[in-house]
């Protein structure tokens, strides 16, 4: 069964340096997402692309986040410079017409 | 704006007993709402969705949940609790099939023996 796959599955960073953490959606899907879960806390929405662009991104992603699809096959999110705040999981998600998830980043800033 | 309101972080019942997850949703469009489950250290997996049509709706694992437009509620049963069933479940809402989820804040499923 196709899935959705992330990596990697625990990056530790120290604070201001960039991380990228990586996806690869299910190969037929159209709609990509990223989601956080900071620990204790509910899942919420980051950024959702479609057609090699961005179709609607949620308050908390601000100037230091992007996306980008940089082939046919991987979707990458990029934190510029990490703040302790960031410290969370993160799920990639794809869809066709409902989403499936990654098994998730685990990002530790220190 | 659309919402989840999950009703008790934590729930706990005894091994066969009657699995009862309440969620509410708020929503200005008619709704598609999901129920996911999360076992530790492991991603979202889709328990079953309403999109239209029949209300009662099945999903894996035995589970099953009923949408009330009248009562705004997407409430998550399952008649014989497992020890496997306990997990974290999320209810989530969303304006159409492709769209970004919202979700309720999760509640913690425990069974006891």
């Known amino acids: 069964e196709p899935e959705v796959t992330q990596t990697p599955s625990h990056q530790v960073t120290q604070m201001g340096q960039e991380v990228i953490l990586r996806c690869v959606p299910i190969?037929?899907?159209?709609?990509f997402y990223w989601y956080r879960q900071i620990l204790g806390q509910k899942v919420e929405f980051l950024v959702s692309?479609?057609?090699?662009?961005?179709?609607?991104k949620s308050e908390i992603f601000d100037d230091q986040f992007s996306v980008e699809r940089p082939d046919g096959s991987n979707f990458t999110l990029k934190i510029r410079s990490t703040k302790l705040e960031d410290s969370a999981m993160y799920f990639c998600?794809?869809?066709?017409?409902?989403?499936?998830f990654g098994p998730g980043t685990r990002l530790t800033v220190l | 704006a659309q919402s989840v309101t999950q009703l008790g972080s934590h729930v706990s019942v005894s091994e066969g007993a009657l699995v009862l997850l309440r969620c509410n949703y708020s929503?200005?469009?008619?709704?598609?709402l999901f129920w996911y489950v999360q076992y530790p250290n492991q991603g979202l997996q889709l328990l079953l969705k309403?999109?239209?049509?029949?209300?009662l709706v099945k999903g894996i694992n035995g589970f099953e949940a009923e949408f009330k437009k009248s009562e705004t509620s997407f409430h998550l049963t399952k008649p014989s609790a497992h020890m496997s069933d306990a997990a974290e479940y999320f209810c989530?809402?969303?304006?159409?099939?492709?769209?970004?989820?919202?979700f309720g804040q999760g509640t913690r499923l425990t069974i006891n023996p």
């Open positions: 989530a809402v969303s304006e159409w099939g492709a769209q970004k989820l919202v």
């Open positions: 692309f479609y057609n090699n662009e961005i179709s609607e």
């Open positions: 190969s037929n899907h159209l709609y």
């Open positions: 929503s200005s469009v008619p709704p598609y």
């Open positions: 309403y999109t239209t049509g029949a209300t």
């Open positions: 998600a794809s869809s066709y017409n409902e989403q499936f």
